[in-house]
C-alpha cells in the first residue's frame, strides 16, 4: 500500500484541474509547483553544503533572457530558454570556480553568493533603457485576435496547459534531486562538506563535485526563470533577482527540511499558503499595512530557525522514526 | 581633451571620502563576525533603524539634531545587544547557515518595521549643507564630515580594543574562543559588549549616511551587499584588511561610477572582488 502511495498522490495532483476549482486557487496550485521546483533546484546544492545565497541571479538570467531577445528581437522564448541557460552555466563556472578551486565555504560563499544576486539586479536595473529598470518588463503578447496560445512564442492564456507543463518540470526536479542522493556526487560531496582536505586526499575531486552540482542547481533554476516569466507574463527585477528572492529561496527550502525529496516543495506551499492565510485573515488590515505579511514573515524565519532547523518535514520524520524505534527498542527489556 | 582630468580626480577624491565612509560600516560587521563567528546579514538594515531613529526623533520630535544622533546611536546599539540576545544566541551552536539564516529574518523584520512604521515615501533630515568648492572641483560637506567622523570612529574603537579592559577581552575572544573562560572572561557578556558595540558602529554610520542620503525601508540593500564585499575582500573579521578594502573599494564605485553609471560602479566593483577571488581567496590581508 504504502508503496503505491506517491503514484496515488501524483494521480490526484494530476487531477487537481479537473476539480472544478476556480481560477485563483489554480493559480496558486500552479505558484506552489513553480516555487516548489525552484525550491528544490536550490537544495540540490544547497543540501551539500553549498549554501549559496545567490540564486536570485540565476532566476534573473532566465526571465529577462527570454524576454529581451523576445521583446528586441523577435527571438522564440524556446531559443531564449537556451541563451538564459548558457549564460547561467556561464556565471555558474565564474563564480564557482574561484570559490571552489580556493575554498571560499561557508560563510564567504554565502557573502559572494548573496553579492552576485544583488549585482544581477544592478544589472537588470542599470540596463533599465532595454529592460524597463525597477518597472519590470512584459513579454510582446503573441496572443492577438483571440488566438488562446502559440507555442512559438510560448504563451498559453490557459492556465490548466501551465498546470501541467509546471507539473512535467516539477518532477523532473524530483527526479534530478533523487538522482543526485542516490549517486556517488552527493557521497564525494557530503565527505567534502565534513572535512574537504580529507576528502581530497582519498582522490575526490573537489572541485569538479562542487561545479557539477552548482551547474545542475543554476540551470534548473534558470529554467524556473523562464517559466515564472512565460507564465506571469510580467517580471520586475525584485521578484526574480536581488537579495529578497534569494533569501526566500534558502528559507523555503530550509522551512520544508531540505534533506527531505519534498521538503522544499513543503516549504513553498507553506510560505505561499502563510502569505494568502494572512492577506484573508487581516482582510482590510491587510490593505493597510502592506507590510504586515513581511514582519510576520520575518518573524518565523527566525522562530523556525532557532526552533524547527530541520524544517517542517525533516521534524516529522524524526518524530515518526523515534515513534517507531519506542516499541522496538521497550521490547527485548 | 586633457591629460589632467579635474573631474576625474573629483571621483577619486570622492572615492576617498567613500572610502572612510565603508571603512566604517565594514568595522562593525569585521568586529561582530571576528569575535562572535556570526555574519549579520541585517548589519545594514539596523543602519536603516538607526536613521530613521535620527529621522523621527530630529524632524518629529524637534530635538537638536546632535541630541538625535546620540540617541539614534545608543538605539542601535540598544538593538544589537538584543539581536545577540534573543536571536543569536539560541544559535550559537547551530550550523553556520542556520545562523546567517536567522539574521536573513531579521532582514526582512526591520524592513517590515520601517514600512509599517514609517511608510515606503523616502524621507529627509532637510538639512541643506552648502557644498566646498577646491578649484573647479566641489565636495559634498556632509560627506567630508562622514569622512573625518568615520576615520574618528575607527581611531576610537581601535583605542578602545587596544587599551581598555573590555578591548582586550574582546581581541583575546576573537583569537581563541575555547580559551578564555579558563582566564576568567565570561564570553556570554563579551558578545553581548561586542553586539552592542557593533551596534554602536551602525548607529554612527546611520548618523553620517542620514546627512547624505534619503531613508527609504529597502536603503539598506543600496549598502548592504557592498559592506559584505567589503569585508570579504579584506579577509572576514580582520579589521586591517577591511580598511584597505574599503578604500580600494570606493575608488572602484567612485571612478567606475563617474565614468559610466552609478550601478556599473558597483559592477565594476564586484567584477574586481571576483578577479581578487582569483588570486588572494583568503582576503587581501587575510591569513592562510
Redesign the interface.
Known amino acids: 500500500m504504502a508503496r503505491h502511495l506517491p503514484w496515488v498522490g501524483l494521480a490526484l495532483l494530476a487531477a487537481v484541474p479537473f476539480s472544478g476549482i476556480g481560477n485563483y486557487p489554480l493559480h496558486l496550485v500552479i505558484m506552489c509547483l513553480l516555487w516548489g521546483y525552484v525550491y528544490t533546484s536550490w537544495s540540490i546544492m544547497g543540501r551539500l553544503g553549498l ?1 549559496s ?1 545567490g540564486h536570485g541571479a540565476f532566476l534573473g538570467i532566465g526571465a529577462y533572457s527570454v524576454v529581451m531577445l523576445w521583446n528586441h528581437f523577435g527571438v522564440s522564448p524556446w531559443i531564449g530558454a537556451l541563451a538564459g541557460i548558457a549564460v547561467s552555466a556561464m556565471v555558474a563556472v ?2 564557482g570556480l ?2 571552489f ?4 565555504v ?3 560563499f ?3 553568493t ?3 544576486s ?2 544581477t539586479r ?2 537588470i ?2 540596463l533599465r533603457d532595454q529592460t524597463g529598470g525597477s518597472l519590470g518588463a512584459t513579454p510582446n503578447t503573441a496572443l492577438a485576435q483571440g488566438n488562446p496560445w502559440s507555442l512559438g512564442a510560448m504563451q498559453f492564456s490557459d492556465k490548466v496547459v501551465w498546470f501541467y507543463v509546471i507539473l512535467v518540470f516539477w518532477l523532473a526536479a524530483l527526479w534530478v534531486w533523487a538522482k543526485v542522493d542516490r549517486g556517488m556526487t552527493r557521497l564525494a560531496l557530503e565527505a567534502i562538506s565534513r572535512e574537504e582536505e580529507a576528502a581530497a586526499s582519498i582522490g575526490i575531486n573537489v572541485t569538479r563535485s562542487k561545479l557539477f552540482v552548482t551547474l545542475i542547481s543554476a540551470v534548473m533554476t534558470s529554467v524556473g526563470g523562464v517559466l515564472y516569466a512565460q507564465y506571469q507574463l510580467y517580471i520586475n527585477p525584485e521578484t526574480v533577482s ?2 529578497g528572492i534569494s ?1 526566500q529561496m ?2 523555503g527550502a ?1 522551512a520544508g527540511g531540505m534533506f527531505v525529496m519534498l521538503g522544499p516543495t513543503v516549504g513553498a506551499v507553506f510560505t505561499l499558503l502563510l502569505a494568502e492565510g494572512l492577506r484573508l485573515a487581516l482582510g482590510d488590515a491587510f490593505k493597510q ?7 510576520v ?6 522562530l ?3 526552533y524547527m ?1 530541520q524544517g517542517i518535514l525533516g521534524t516529522a520524520r524524526e518524530l515518526l522514526r523515534r515513534r517507531r524505534a519506542t516499541p522496538a527498542a521497550s521490547a527485548p527489556g | 581633451m586633457e591629460i589632467f582630468d579635474v573631474f576625474l580626480l573629483e571621483a577619486v577624491l570622492n572615492g576617498i571620502l567613500l572610502g572612510g565612509l565603508l571603512a566604517l560600516l565594514s568595522l562593525g560587521l569585521n568586529l561582530i ?1 571576528g569575535v562572535i563567528d556570526v ?1 549579520w ?1 541585517c548589519y545594514a538594515e539596523m543602519i536603516m533603524i538607526g536613521m530613521y531613529a535620527v529621522y523621527a526623533l530630529h524632524v518629529q520630535q524637534q530635538w537638536p539634531l546632535l541630541a538625535a544622533m546620540a540617541a539614534g546611536i545608543a538605539i542601535v546599539a540598544l538593538l544589537g545587544g538584543l539581536m545577540h540576545q534573543f ?1 543569536i544566541r ?2 550559537l551552536s ?5 545562523q ?3 539574521t ?10 520601517a ?2 512604521a514609517f511608510g ?1 515615501e523616502f524621507k529627509n533630515l532637510g538639512v541643506k549643507l552648502p557644498p566646498v568648492a577646491i578649484g573647479e572641483m566641489s565636495f559634498s560637506f556632509p560627506r567630508i564630515i562622514a569622512f573625518a567622523v568615520a576615520l574618528a570612529g575607527v581611531a576610537a574603537t581601535y583605542l578602545f580594543l587596544t587599551r581598555t579592559y573590555v578591548g582586550t577581552a574582546i581581541r583575546a575572544i576573537s583569537q581563541d574562543r575555547a580559551i578564555m573562560p579558563l582566564m576568567g572572561v565570561n564570553p556570554g557578556r563579551i558578545f553581548v559588549v561586542t553586539s552592542a558595540l557593533g551596534g554602536a558602529l551602525a548607529g554612527l554610520s546611520a548618523c553620517l549616511l542620514v546627512l547624505q542620503y534619503d531613508i527609504h ?1 529597502a536603503i539598506g ?1 543600496s549598502f ?3 559592506t ?2 567589503v ?2 575582500l579584506g579577509g ?1 573579521g580582520n579589521m586591517l584588511g577591511g580598511l584597505v578594502a574599503a578604500f580600494i573599494f570606493a575608488q572602484f564605485i567612485s571612478v567606475g561610477g563617474y565614468l559610466f ?1 552609478i ?2 560602479g ?2 565594476i566593483a ?1 567584477a574586481f ?2 578577479a581578487v ?2 588570486w588572494r ?1 583568503q582576503g587581501i590581508l587575510g591569513r592562510k
Open positions: 549554501v545565497f565564474i563564480i574561484p570559490c578551486r580556493f575554498k571560499i561557508g560563510h564567504y554565502a557573502l559572494v548573496l553579492a552576485l544583488e549585482v544592478l544589472i536595473v542599470a536581488g537579495i533569501l534558502v528559507f530550509i499595512f502592506p507590510a504586515l505579511d513581511l514582519a514573515y520575518g518573524l518565523m524565519l527566525v523556525f530557525i532557532i532547523p | 563576525f555574519v546579514i536571536v539560541p544559535v547551530a550550523e553556520p547557515i542556520n546567517l539564516l536567522v536573513g529574518g531579521v532582514l526582512f523584520f526591520l524592513q517590515a518595521a514600512t509599517l515606503i525601508p540593500l548592504g551587499p557592498i559584505f564585499l569585508c570579504v572576514l553609471a550601478e556599473w558597483y559592477v564586484f572582488f571576483i577571488m582569483f581567496p
